[in-house]
């Protein structure tokens, strides 16, 4: 009835191993209640009007009616604008599926239609590049954003498809990607190139996935084979150093890299190519073992956006662009899907509950670009950007959020995340099974799944990295006899009755996480996570101590939780007794002395700290997540 | 016959105290022997001969001979060029003071008559605005360098004049600061602009004092007057961003930000204007306190060569430009005439030593633009850059250095650095004082100067900060009984014999440093220093333990210093019994984990540390400052 759980492994490179799993499709899956719903909901009802409102007013809208023939008015904004209207449109694709009709319904079919009519009758598509420079097309690959631009569409086409069954976007993107096929390629005969930022590569894989067209695949592989061979300049900021294969770490532009990998391991997921599998076991593991942000964002560097040496995560100076935390998700996600490995769902969740939401504000009308884990106060989110890339690709990321419960393989339903839904899914073999979860996630770690289904077959539930103790599974309120360690999945095969409930008990408690000693900012200091949430302290909950100088005991020491319903949307916060240790009065004027014992002052103080992704929603101040130890 | 030394002093910004000292004249100083008479004669040898060659290859030199109509060919490089050129002639016409004739003077006179000739009618000279794109003129004076190209010309006009006594180069300048007076002011008939990269106002300020127009004072003072008020765009990374006299801290690009500190004490020194005072000592105070490397280093981030935050000092990731280094020197050295307050010059030999000095290779041929004080082994000097305004900088700083020793007051000379050289020094009241100085510094903290004059004068010797027991002072070979704390200068006054010896022992004890709680990355971690000399770890010369497990005893240890005539040129190494402590076993893979203790190996090691200014030029490999502690 029970079988052992499986164990963490490497990517397993065999061409008989790669994408064991299939995702449960985002439309099968509807958030109920609790964390992720609320935010569900907040995205529906109010970050995709005020996304579009932005759209229109900076008319980005208005360049795909410009290009239509519909207006008079000079291209408006970036040049890759574009693409923020096809992630929007991704977005509001997904969330129609669940609740079709109303005002969304209106726009997005409005919107369908003004890029279709933008369209040239070649199939081209770029509004920057329409009317007077229809003449200069593919005449900057690095820079211009052509290609990303045109996976955007075909992204937004396939979440529109799969959404709603319309195949009125998915023309629109095929006809773009039969001219992609038709242009570029290996031989004499197509022109050689590659975009400056990928994306069309990821892009081009999911096209093939919705309509089974295999030059799609093949496209998708041309442009990652053309990468480090010079065409678009060979800077890392492009991933265009060396060849993708050769790759001993990510470099360059974060979001671009991450990006690529996710494409790069749609393409394994197909063809199992055991090099690329290599490349990309490789380049996670290099990525999570020295380039990783303990919220799981990357690409440290302000400078070129950019990743930085190993180790090199400055903590106020951190870049962590909330796109590249969804880059993070993205690729892990994908990566789980080859093995269903538990390591890379514990990334993709680190992931999400620490580097993309932080990007988004409680009242979703804000977002960080930059993601600091340490602020003095002058940093605050903003309604829009000029280069506006991470706002709808929050939207997308929660609208698609669904997706990212549950995945198949043949008899087995895999459960990642938990939060409460409803799954209607079915199995690779047919089987039709219902889940129904209830938790308080990720304030309690007691999830239960109802199974509404009858027959055979097994749940497998994740087990995250961060148990402590040894989690628990029930069966109908009985504990089962079975190993449960953090990091994997647990399988419960059985044959399900209709009212079968199966329960975890995952013990959440605080820990006090400490950094690689290369990581210099963070030599000598903690941070607290509970559960997936990474913690922080904020100057308005702690306003007598300059949080600098806040110190945790070498010895344990107590940590009261306690769930405040009205606090910042309702979060479990941390307090605890810690000590205000200010410079001593020696170092009054001074950056730098000889090294001396001088009388410190420590004071006693209650610290109350809350979850890193509410941070910046109430009167603005410092945050700090590392605190001094000792 | 003694007086008490005077004390450190905030900048007194009293009309009455502004300028006291006068700096004694670079061609009244010959270095005749020791460290930094090596290095002048490695720039007047090596150096300038090498860089005269870039500026040939490169185009530079061309660039007026074209502008002068003698070539036909397309300006070369990079907009501000013509300064480098500038740069290396105010170099080279301090060294012809001291060794006129031979092949660097026929390039002088040369290269002067190809400037001269360039020059328009007007006065005008720039020559990338020569020509064909005359008409635009001053049409972007934040990004295109015209008036910091002036300011290099006028700086090498001065230097050529002070030393040559002739005016081929000093008419040309005049002719251009004429224009600029004619054509730039506050009133209705002049154009409104300011430099968005300062240097014009010092150099205006030096044309000054070379030919004593007031008008070049009074255009100074506009072009610091007309910062702030949006005229170049308002960032502050041209310090543009507020009022210079309401600055609160340094903010942008550092090489900007602190030529215009120089040029803005050289107004003060004239004019005793408060606020400007008050400005220059608040600003002085923060970047001191807040901003600045142990190197003396400036301009931590590499995104705008900028200053970052309070604190913000990466290691590995440090920029701190050569010329920010420089510039250090140049305000420190400027606000040290203001009052003679010891701490300036400490300042300034702390950057000289051990922030310029590591920009230039111990062969001549090799600079470093940028200063990391940790390296995985990978940066390399490099014998030119596109941009290569460090190179001459450091040129025209060794060119110049006899000028940096000794400053004169009535009846006072102040000595600010020791070096052997022979002085023949003309104090304001009129009276011949001829000195000697002979020492070993930096390896050696016994300083002797030889009076070889007679009278009755003072000499203000500088007792450095980093004394950390009591200097001494001997007359004659007997000990004077007077105090003489570290970071002051101490005055002896009296009637002076030919003959009579002034001696100081300062001694020199190896001094762990450590940082300010709030520079992160310095955290339980402590750098070495030695006289004026931070020291730090090379691979080559420990090469059985990765140096970030490098950690240094808690409690007392023994240091060995011992001079190495053949090593690194002659340095003073240090040997200490250290360990090596790597990342204990639970670290593989891992970048974060709950605290946790668990066995270290500790492996005793015998580390050897040289001086930070001679890494990189053996063996690449890597190299770190910072060292861990227990």
């Avoid at 690779?428 to 055979?456: A, C, H, K």
Wanted: proline share 6%; glycine share 8%.
């Amino acid at each position: 009835m029970i079988n052992k759980p499986i164990k963490p492994v490497v990517v397993d490179t065999s061409r008989s191993a790669y994408a064991r799993l299939k995702p449960a499709p985002v439309t099968a899956v509807t958030l109920t209640d609790g964390f992720w719903a609320a935010r569900y909901k907040l995205n529906r009802e109010t970050m995709l009007l005020a996304q579009y409102a932005q759209l229109e007013e900076t008319g980005r809208i208005n360049n795909f009616r410009r290009a239509a023939g519909k207006l008079d008015a000079p291209f408006a904004g970036l040049v890759f604008n574009d693409s923020d209207v096809y992630k929007w449109l991704e977005a509001a694709a997904w969330v129609l599926a669940a609740t079709p009709g109303g005002a969304l319904q209106q726009k997005v079919d409005a919107l369908i239609a003004d890029i279709a009519a933008a369209q040239c009758p070649d199939g081209y598509l770029n509004t920057y590049y329409a009317l007077e420079r229809a003449g200069e097309r593919w005449s900057n690959l690095r820079d211009q954003h052509e290609l990303y631009c045109a996976g955007h569409l075909f992204q937004a086409a396939v979440a529109h498809y799969r959404a709603t069954g319309a195949t009125s976007l998915l023309t629109v993107a095929q006809r773009l990607a039969d001219l992609l096929c038709a242009t570029f390629g290996p031989g004499a005969d197509h022109r050689q190139g590659t975009s400056g930022h990928p994306e069309v590569e990821m892009a081009l894989m999911e096209l093939y996935r919705a309509t089974g067209e295999a030059r799609y695949l093949k496209q998708a592989e041309y442009f990652l084979n053309a990468r480090g061979q010079g065409l678009i300049g060979g800077r890392d900021y492009h991933q265009d150093h060396v060849p993708f294969r050769q790759m001993p770490r990510l470099a360059g532009h974060a979001v671009r890299a991450l990006y690529l990998c996710s494409g790069a391991t749609d393409l394994y997921a197909e063809t199992g190519e055991p090099a690329l599998g290599e490349a990309l076991a490789r380049l996670w593991g290099h990525m999570t073992a020295r380039q990783m942000y303990l919220t799981g964002g990357l690409g440290p560097r302000h400078e070129g956006e950019a990743f930085g040496d190993d180790y090199e995560l400055p903590n106020a100076r951190a870049y962590a662009e909330t796109c590249a935390g969804i880059a993070n998700v993205m690729w892990a996600w994908r990566m789980l899907q080859l093995n269903g490995d538990a390591l890379y769902a514990d990334v993709m969740e680190q992931a999400l509950y620490n580097a993309v939401l932080p990007g988004l504000s409680l009242d979703g009308m804000g977002y960080f670009y930059v993601n600091p884990l340490q602020s003095d106060g002058t940093y605050h989110r903003a309604p829009w950007f000029v280069c506006a890339c991470c706002p709808p690709n929050v939207a997308r990321t929660l609208a698609s959020l669904p997706g990212y419960i549950y995945s198949l393989t043949e008899d087995t339903v895999w459960v990642h995340l938990y939060a409460p839904n409803d799954a209607m899914l079915t199995l690779p073999g047919g089987r039709e099974v219902r889940l129904v979860q209830r938790t308080r996630y990720p304030w309690d770690g007691n999830v239960t799944i109802d199974v509404l289904s009858v027959g055979e077959f097994s749940l497998r539930v994740r087990i995250p990295a961060w148990c402590q103790a040894d989690a628990a599974v029930l069966l109908n309120g009985e504990p089962l006899s079975i190993a449960a360690p953090a990091g994997t999945y647990v399988e419960v095969r059985r044959s399900w009755q209709v009212g079968d409930s199966l329960c975890l008990r995952l013990p959440m408690r605080v820990r006090q996480i400490e950094a690689h000693p290369y990581a210099l900012e963070n030599s000598g200091r903690v941070a607290l996570m509970r559960g997936p949430l990474l913690y922080c302290l904020e100057g308005v909950d702690n306003p007598d101590v300059d949080l600098r100088d806040v110190t945790l005991p070498l010895e344990e020491f107590a940590i009261e939780e306690t769930f405040m319903p009205t606090l910042l949307g309702g979060v479990s916060v941390l307090r605890f007794g810690a000590e205000g240790v200010p410079p001593d009065a020696g170092w009054s004027g001074r950056l730098y002395r000889p090294v001396q014992q001088r009388p410190v002052v420590r004071r006693p103080l209650m610290a109350l700290a809350v979850p890193y992704y509410a941070w910046a929603n109430r009167a603005p101040g410092p945050m700090q997540v590392w605190l001094r130890r000792g």
